[in-house]
T-cell receptor, first 115, second 111 residues
Framework: GAGVSQSPRYKVAKRGQDVALRCDPI?????LFWYQQALGQGPEFLTY????????KSGLPSDRFFAERPEGSVSTLKIQRTQQEDSAVYLC?????????????FGDGTRLSIL | GQNIDQPTEMTATEGAIVQINCTYQ??????LFWYQQHAGEAPTFLSY????GLEEKGRFSSFLSRSKGYSYLLLKELQMKDSASYLC????????????FGKGTTLSVSS
């Protein structure tokens, strides 16, 4: 497709369950970012990939959060043993290059609700 | 620390002009972005400034003063569809190239 695609669009899980969120970036985009957006807030950085290499994971809130991009294209964000505070919209973005005036293009996000 | 401030809410009427301000204090600076986000949708790119001055793109303009840590987004000839959240984001010059976002300004345009 033409844009960043994320699935599922909505996810409801019980506290303690594991979830996996998928991001399909724009074809050819080298850089891929994950952000977490709470209601009424701006997106907050979680992690960043350049091709298959995870160059920065400083924003991951705990070791329950794990992200991968094994072939340098599709990425998965996994949250283990989910907790209520994990409820948020998870946004994925991709860009052609990591510097300069290349904007990040965002997907519609996955809205995660933990019961 | 990293801090980006913008007003929480603004209101305006159709056809008017509105200016949304953003101030930032970051460990470094490698560009400032403005995004528009309608409720439940993806943020969409509006503008990019890295040098001081005004960038104009149709009804939207963005201004940057690096010495003051200040930017604004100017929206002209407002339309109802401009009702959305406007996000100011800075790319700080540090390891990784993530954007640091403000909390967003919710703009409501009325007729």
């Amino acid at each position: 497709g033409a844009g960043v695609s994320q699935s599922p669009r909505y996810k409801v899980a019980k506290r303690g369950q594991d979830v996996a969120l998928r991001c399909d970036p724009i074809s050819g985009h080298v850089s891929l970012f994950w952000y977490q957006q709470a209601l009424g807030q701006g997106p907050e950085f979680l992690t960043y990939f350049q091709n298959e290499a995870q160059l920065d994971k400083s924003g991951l809130p705990s070791d329950r959060f794990f992200a991968e991009r094994p072939e340098g294209s599709v990425s998965t964000l996994k949250i283990q043993r989910t907790q209520q505070e994990d409820s948020a919209v998870y946004l994925c973005a991709s860009s052609l290059a990591s510097q300069g005036n290349q904007p990040q293009h965002f997907g519609d996000g996955t809205r995660l609700s933990i019961l | 620390g990293q801090n980006i401030d913008q007003p929480t809410e603004m209101t305006a009427t159709e056809g008017a002009i509105v200016q949304i301000n953003c101030t930032y204090q970051t460990s470094g600076f490698n560009g400032l972005f403005w995004y528009q986000q309608h409720a439940g949708e993806a943020p969409t790119f509006l503008s990019y400034n890295v040098l001081d001055g005004l960038e104009e793109k149709g009804r939207f303009s963005s201004f940057l003063s690096r010495s003051k840590g200040y930017s604004y987004l100017l929206l002209k000839e407002l339309q109802m569809k401009d009702s959305a959240s406007y996000l100011c984001a800075v790319r700080a010059n540090q390891a990784g190239t993530a954007l640091i976002f403000g909390k967003g300004t919710t703009l409501s345009v009325s007729s």
